[in-house]
């Protein structure tokens, strides 16, 4: 079966939904979202802090916000991209409230504002702890009431459509490559084409290529891989960002409950089982400190003192207003035994975000023609060598914004390719295949966990590569003759990307950001 979209969104988290809307509204084509499982589930409904954004201006200014992205980046995010978000998300923010986005507001009308490691200033607009989960219902509503955009609920995008599929060789030099649109897995599992004029990739993150991750368990990097394998360019993969505090219940993988870092901001101390904090020896900023500066510390003092976590406390604030800031953290701490205004919350670090992905430039286009990609997949530049908290909620609407802008200036200028073939999806798959898929699926896991983690080194990376290659070998033999499935095909994508984390992280022959390892401590300009 083949479909017409003049706008093809493959994602629905805060960028893919945003982007939608805002094209949606200007009545120049159709739109749809292919969403892999529901509407609900992804990256932006697990993000607990807020959105960064400059709204007090007595305290605040857009070059303090910029000081901080540059800092917290290690100095190699780029300075284009930081100051366009920082000056844009004011405008952004008004949006997302237009949408239906409630963020909580003091009795004066003004924004409450919390406060987050690496920030000089309260400037995170938040609902409650669960302001992703507000931002994504809002969208949400938005999306399904407006009658231009068709989602597509439970269907997968299994590769982009370029001119490699029409006969032609392409290669990582060829000057122009083109995106006709995308080949997806429907819920009967046959696949179908999607020819578009404009395709935007919106795919979220790559945190479930680890063992724990405060991730979804769909995110599997899917958009990385995918433009990777159609030639497209793909950068500072090496820069993944685990979060310090994620819940330390055995279990809960995937996605493993996220303890958010304004709690930190609000007084949280992160300490030992006897009670003894830590941070100081580490920063001077101390549990305020960076996420990568915090995530090795506590990685530190786990392997030093042989425990599996470490602790975070906030029983030295008021019991009531713990409760109300923090009302769901609260409920879930209870549910497993933590009464969090009198106990210690038992934390680990777990792979969180991507700041690396597919490469774009200020209007969101990627290397490939008529492909835009937004959001957690992609890389703008922002976040250089580690994400600021709270900036990527705004970068994916701010970008989200410009992508939009910029595709609807061109998408005149686009036609469908009708010369596109259609998906050979013979073979089948059998209950053993599916064992090995299962079974590939967890050694990804292991080894980017146990070789690509929080701290590397050359030995440690050139093992996971090598153990890599073979599953990689493994599963396209396996792709190649049988039919396809979407764990197949996750499978896949979770190789592809671990293969660029690990490649980029044995390139990079220094310490930076979030990229630590023992043989290059430190910087490459320092030695």
């Known amino acids: 079966m083949t479909y017409k979209y003049d706008f093809l969104v493959i994602g629905a988290g805060i960028a893919g939904m945003s982007y939608a809307l805002k094209v949606a509204q200007a009545k120049k084509g159709k739109v749809c ?22 709204t007090n201006l007595e305290k605040d200014d857009f070059e303090k916000h910029i000081n901080d992205t540059m800092i917290a980046g290690d100095y190699i995010s780029d300075p284009a991209a930081v100051r366009q978000v920082v000056t844009k998300a004011p405008e952004q923010i008004r949006q997302l409230v237009e949408w239906g986005t409630q963020f909580d507001k003091q009795a004066n009308g003004q924004f409450d504002l919390h406060r987050e490691g690496g920030h000089s200033e309260f400037r995170i607009l938040h609902h409650a702890d669960d302001t992703g989960a507000e931002i994504q219902r809002a969208l949400m509503a938005a999306v399904r009431a407006n009658p231009d955009i068709d989602v597509k609920e439970n269907h997968f995008a299994v590769e982009i459509i370029t001119q490699h599929h029409l006969g032609a060789r392409v290669t990582r030099r060829t000057p122009f490559i083109y995106c006709y649109g995308a080949y997806v897995l429907n819920t009967e599992n046959r696949v179908d084409t999607y020819l578009s004029k404009v395709t935007v990739m919106c795919t979220g993150g790559c945190g479930a290529v680890y063992q724990t991750t405060t991730n979804p368990v769909v995110a599997t990097g899917d958009g990385e891989a995918m433009v990777y394998r159609a030639k497209g360019t793909v950068k500072d993969m090496e820069f993944v960002q ?7 219940h055995p279990g809960e993988t995937h996605p493993a409950y996220l303890i958010t870092e304004a709690m930190r901001g609000y007084g949280g101390i992160l300490k030992l089982a006897d009670g003894t904090p830590f941070m100081d020896q580490y920063d001077e900023r101390g549990s305020l400190a960076p996420r990568d500066i915090v995530a090795r510390a506590i990685d530190s003092e786990m392997k030093k003192n042989g425990v599996d976590h470490v602790y975070l406390d906030v029983t030295h604030k008021d019991a009531e207003e713990t409760k109300h800031h923090f009302p769901n953290i609260y409920k879930k701490c209870l549910s497993i035994g933590v009464d969090i205004t009198k106990d210690m919350i038992p934390v680990r670090p777990a792979a969180h975000y991507m700041c690396g992905g597919i490469k774009v430039d200020l209007n969101g286009c990627s290397s490939i023609e008529r492909l835009y990609a937004l959001g957690e997949c992609s890389c703008t530049g922002l976040h250089g ?106 499978l896949r994508n979770m190789i592809n990307t671990g293969y660029l984390i690990t490649r980029m992280a044995i390139e990079r022959k220094e310490s930076r950001g979030l990229h630590y390892t023992v043989d290059y401590p430190k910087h490459a300009y320092d030695k």
């Open 33 to 54: 979202i292919i969403c892999k499982t529901t509407l609900d589930e992804a990256n932006t409904r697990f993000a607990q802090g807020g959105v960064a954004s400059v």
């Open 242 to 248: 685990f979060h310090p505090t994620s819940l330390y």
């Open 385 to 490: 060598g580690n994400r600021l908290a709270s900036n990527s909620l705004i970068e994916a609407v701010v970008y989200a914004d410009a992508a939009a802008k910029h595709s609807l200036e061109h998408v005149d200028d686009y036609n469908f390719n009708d010369q596109v073939p259609e998906w050979n999806d013979e073979g089948t798959l059998t209950n053993e295949e599916h064992v090995l898929i299962t079974q590939a699926n967890k050694e990804v896991g292991e080894i980017m966990s146990n070789y690509v983690g929080i701290v590397r080194s050359d030995l440690r990376l050139k093992r996971a590569w090598d153990r890599l290659d073979l599953l990689y070998e493994e599963t396209e033999s396996l792709f190649k003759r049988v039919k396809i499935s979407r764990d197949l095909c996750e």
